[in-house]
C-alpha cells in the first residue's frame, strides 16, 4: 500500500501526517477519511481550486492531469509545476509526499474582497 505524507500545515495538520491508503483513492478523500479536513468547496466535482495541493514527491506516479483539472490549476493561488487538484489526482503506487498551500482561493468562506 502506497504512504501518503503531509507536511506540516499550520491549521490542517500541524504535526504532518502519515498514512497508508489503497491505491486508486483521491488524495482529498484519503485526506479526509484520515482527520485532514481539506478544503473541497465543489464537492469533489473538479469545478474549484480549495483542493490544491502538492505533489513534493511522487507526481510521476500519478495519472496526468485532465485539460479541465489544468484549466481550474491556472486559477488556483501559487501554482507551480508540482500542484495538482487532490480531487482529482487518483494515488497509484508509490508513496506520495503532499504540501498543503498556505492560502486557497474560497469566494465562499473568505467573501468577495
Known amino acids: 500500500m502506497p504512504k501518503l505524507i503531509?507536511?506540516?500545515h499550520?491549521?490542517?495538520?500541524?504535526?504532518?501526517?502519515?498514512?497508508?491508503?489503497?491505491?486508486?483513492?483521491?488524495?482529498c478523500d484519503a485526506a479526509l477519511s484520515n482527520g485532514i479536513e481539506l478544503e473541497h468547496a465543489c464537492e469533489k466535482s473538479c469545478a474549484c481550486t480549495t483542493c490544491h495541493v502538492y505533489i513534493r514527491e511522487g507526481?510521476?506516479?500519478?495519472?496526468?492531469?485532465?485539460?479541465?483539472e489544468e484549466d481550474y490549476l491556472d486559477k488556483a493561488w501559487g501554482v507551480?509545476?508540482?500542484?495538482?487538484?487532490?480531487?482529482?489526482?487518483?494515488?497509484?503506487?508509490?508513496?506520495?509526499v503532499i504540501e498543503i498551500p498556505k492560502y486557497t482561493i474560497n469566494m465562499v468562506s473568505e467573501g468577495s474582497h
Open 10 to 27: 499550520d491549521t490542517l495538520c500541524p504535526e504532518g501526517a502519515l498514512f497508508e491508503v489503497d491505491a486508486g483513492i483521491s488524495i
Open 80 to 96: 507551480d509545476p508540482d500542484s495538482r487538484l487532490s480531487c482529482q489526482a487518483l494515488v497509484g503506487s508509490e508513496d506520495l
Open 59 to 68: 507526481l510521476s506516479s500519478l495519472v496526468e492531469a485532465t485539460e479541465q
Open 6 to 8: 503531509f507536511l506540516p
